[in-house]
């Protein structure tokens, strides 16, 4: 997922948890609560880093398989199976 979407997902528990408050379910304060949501910023931001990062190397992968069965360093088949265990 994108930064923005975090984004969004964020603002969305934000209004959810002001929504609530102001029912009285939750008690939420933005004065003594406001570091929850810099927690929760700080580990959608982690997320998407991970997440960034598998599809990076998932792809270098994939690019010297093609690579090695361009080469001739492996046959199709073994392309195929090396691809599929990704």
């Given at each position: ?5 975090w ?17 009285g ?9 406001w ?10 931001s ?41």
């Open positions: 997922m994108n930064f923005r979407i984004g969004a997902v964020t603002l969305i528990i934000l209004g959810i948890l002001f929504w609530l408050g102001k029912f379910i939750i008690d939420f304060y933005w004065d003594r609560d570091p929850v949501i810099l927690i929760a910023l700080g580990v959608f982690l997320v998407n880093y991970f997440t960034r990062r598998k599809k990076k190397d998932s792809r270098r992968k994939k690019n010297e398989i093609l690579k090695k069965l361009e080469k001739g360093e492996i046959d199709a088949e073994e392309a195929i199976e090396r691809l599929k265990k990704l």
